[in-house]
């Protein structure tokens, strides 16, 4: 299958590898510095198990290189996902099915609102980030959550026999606000205290604190009409992201490592929006929220 991914950062990077590696013609659409080494060196991938391996992949600056593409996996970040989408409307393939794989919950939404043709949503678990250009470091997990739709299975399938695991879920929207709810969790609190989940989870008083955001996240997705949310089954799910991937520094904290303006806007940002528009008070994570966008700016060049 020819396959583009646009937006060639760690998520992309890490599934464009797994399926460069099981044979398919995979085209990354990226930032000059990785897509000249990927140009010059191919992909290379450092798995959470030690292994290690390089691929061959085409790679390009331009949104051009995603014509012909059957499969687009869109990974950009979520600030990036109107421009992205109106860079790839002229050469998409009418038939081209579209996989939105991006932190937030209505990035799928944005894209078929903006192209006027189905998107994919799905739920990425996955710990990730670049160790170099055109290098991407896998921490662990990896599985996906995908939405239905009549192209759903054959997706999945050409993931999974390139050793993705997938589920294809009709709970894919509260998949979606539970992974949301994880990374209003993490990502600020990593990013602001510079720490990776395990030693987070560890500091005195971070869990309650935690907790605190989760539970207004949970709170504001109920009043979204998002009902099938158990609160206890989240809180669950947050304290095994601290198990399962405790080397893991969010993607909030790598985007500040560089000076790079984050995602907070979807994250927390989008919880505080939208229990504004509710009526429902998040106090936690208008804090947080604030408090990256202050980093931010204090890391902006001056203007």
């Known amino acids: 299958m020819n396959i583009a991914v646009m937006g060639a950062g760690a998520v992309g990077c890490y599934y464009g590898a797994l399926l460069a590696a099981a044979g398919h013609a995979v085209t990354m659409v990226g930032r000059v510095q990785h897509v000249e080494a990927m ?20 790679a390009s600056t331009e949104t051009a290189a995603v014509q012909g593409a059957e499969l687009v996996l869109v990974c950009v970040k979520s600030t990036d996902t109107d ?23 209505d990035n799928a939404e944005r894209l078929q609102a903006a192209l006027g043709r189905p998107v994919l949503p799905a739920v990425v678990y996955v710990a990730t980030s670049m160790a170099g250009p055109g290098h991407v470091k896998h921490h662990g997990r990896g599985e996906l959550v995908v939405g239905p ?3 759903s299975e054959r997706v999945a399938g050409v993931l999974r026999a390139a050793g993705i695991p997938v589920e294809v879920s009709d709970h894919a929207l509260a998949a979606l606000w539970t992974k949301l709810i994880l990374n209003c969790a993490y ?12 030693r987070l989870a560890q500091v005195t008083g971070m ?6 955001v989760v539970d207004e996240c949970l709170k504001v997705a109920h009043a979204a009409g998002v009902t099938t ?7 669950q799910a947050v304290l095994r992201i601290a198990q399962t991937m405790p080397a893991q520094r969010s993607s909030t904290a790598q985007d500040l490592s560089r000076a790079k303006p984050t995602e907070i806007d979807h994250l927390n940002g989008f919880v505080v929006r939208t229990g504004d528009r509710l009526g429902v008070p998040a106090p936690a994570n208008r804090l947080l929220w ?10 902006a060049p001056p203007a």
């Open 207 to 212: 869990l309650p604190a935690m907790r605190e």
């Open 149 to 151: 739709s009549a192209d």
């Open 83 to 105: 421009a992205a989408a109106a860079a790839m409307a002229p050469y998409l393939s009418p038939d081209a099915v579209l996989l939105s794989l991006q932190n937030g919950v």
């Open 187 to 198: 990502n600020a609190l990593s990013a602001l205290t510079e720490l990776p989940y395990g």
């Open 39 to 58: 140009q010059r060196d191919g992909l290379r991938l450092s798995a959470a198990d030690g292994t290690e391996f390089v691929v061959p992949v085409q």
């Open 290 to 299: 604030v408090a990256v966008k202050g980093r931010e700016a204090a890391l």
């Open 229 to 235: 949310l158990e609160d206890e089954v989240v809180w």
